[in-house]
C-alpha cells in the first residue's frame, strides 16, 4: 500500500500537467488569434512609438 501512496501524487500531477498543456495547444490559434495579435502588434508599436520620442528627446 506504501508503494500505491507513494506513486498517486506524481501521476495526478503528470495528468493534470498533461491536461494543461492540451488546453493550451488547442487554444493557440482560432477565431482570438487575429484580435490577439494585433493587441500584441498595437502594444509593441506603442512602445516603439515611446522609445522613439524619448531618444528625439535626448538629443
Known amino acids: 500500500m506504501d508503494y500505491f ?3 498517486v501524487p506524481p501521476v495526478v500531477m503528470a495528468v493534470f500537467f498533461i491536461g494543461v498543456v ?4 488547442k487554444t493557440q ?3 482570438a488569434k487575429a484580435k490577439e495579435d494585433a ?8 512602445a516603439e512609438g515611446a522609445r522613439q ?3 528625439a528627446g535626448d538629443a
Open 29 to 31: 490559434g482560432g477565431a
Open 39 to 46: 493587441a500584441v502588434d498595437a502594444a509593441l508599436a506603442r
Open 53 to 55: 520620442a524619448s531618444a
Open 22 to 25: 492540451r488546453v493550451i495547444v
Open 5 to 7: 501512496s507513494a506513486l
